[in-house]
């Protein structure tokens, strides 16, 4: 009888933590499937729930109609290494949200309504390996330090967006890419073209089908053109207006230098004919005070 009243006890006592994440310490209308994971998608959410769980490390939010992340969410779920915010309602994400020490791995920000990526928008966040932006249909403007600092970063979405074109700065500074997805985006192939074309040209087993089905729109009368048809040929223009804009930089700062020596050396002559001035004034009261 004894032992058995113990047991009850002892089950009395467990079954409060075995409860905790079992059900009472998840989100109403969400799924705790194990310890560490909430999955609320597609419950017509039109703001974070309430009371997600503080050491929750994978938390899936997709389908849902959540029109922002408030900057200092990653500060409070700071175990969270896979946040799924694909086709939700964000028009941007606040500057801050990420940073050098948030564990983030996985961020998916595809299906919103994002319209710019600014500068360091991802906080130099050094743990994120996998981000999607695909799929913002009013995405334009990436800044070229958009993704600042993600050293460990190895894909990177950016497809069907609304970019007509891309400071190749964006892509070359994340020394961990392996896969970029810029496919569906409205390119116009302009000068400022030129350097992204050269930057695919040389890292097209980054992209996952090549420059197979990439489009640029012709400056001069939006005809589009598979970029597979282009070479470096056909900037060869815009190389031409470079070297002219150089030139006149050689020229102007040429003129600049000069200027410069000529100042300069005036500027000694001067000082060395003060200086002997001076001495002589002083040598001249010297001789005049031993007289
Ligand atoms: C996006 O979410 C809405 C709302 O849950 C859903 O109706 C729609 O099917 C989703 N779209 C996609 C492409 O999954
Ligand atoms: C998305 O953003 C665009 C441009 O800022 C705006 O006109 C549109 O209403 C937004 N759509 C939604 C669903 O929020």
Request: hydrophobic share 40%; aromatic share 6%.
């Amino acid at each position: 009888m004894l032992p058995c009243v113990c047991w009850l006890q002892l089950l009395l006592v467990l079954l409060p933590c075995a409860s905790v994440h079992g059900g009472e310490n998840c989100p109403a209308s969400c799924l705790c499937p194990d310890p560490h994971t909430v999955d609320c998608s597609g419950r017509g959410l039109t703001r974070l729930p309430d009371a997600i769980p503080l050491d929750v490390r994978r938390l899936l939010l997709s389908d849902n109609w959540i029109p922002r992340i408030p900057a200092d969410f990653l500060v409070l779920y700071s175990d969270l290494v896979y946040l799924d915010l694909r086709n939700n309602s964000l028009s941007r994400i606040e500057p801050g949200t990420l940073s050098p020490s948030s564990r983030l791995v996985f961020l998916d920000l595809g299906s919103n309504n994002l319209t710019e990526i600014p500068k360091g928008t991802f906080g130099e966040s050094r743990s994120l390996i996998k981000l999607r932006l695909g799929n913002n249909p009013h995405l334009s403007r990436v800044n070229e330090d958009a993704f600042l600092g993600l050293t460990s970063l190895r894909e990177l979405e950016l497809e069907r967006n609304a970019l007509s074109g891309l400071k190749v700065g964006a892509l070359s500074q994340l020394p961990s890419l392996r896969v970029v997805r810029l496919e569906g985006n409205p390119w116009i192939c302009n000068c400022n073209f030129a350097n992204l074309f050269a930057w695919l040209m040389a890292n097209r087993h980054k992209l996952p089908n090549g420059v197979e089905g990439m489009e640029c729109s012709l400056p001069t009368d939006g005809r589009r053109v598979a970029l597979s048809q282009l070479s470096q040929d056909s900037f060869r223009e815009c190389q031409a207006s470079l070297t002219l804009t150089d030139f006149l930089i050689i020229i102007f700062s040429g003129i600049s230098v000069s200027v410069a020596a000529i100042m300069a050396s005036f500027f000694l002559a001067s000082t060395v004919h003060c200086f002997q001035r001076w001495s002589k004034g002083v040598k001249g009261d010297e001789e005049e005070n031993e007289e």
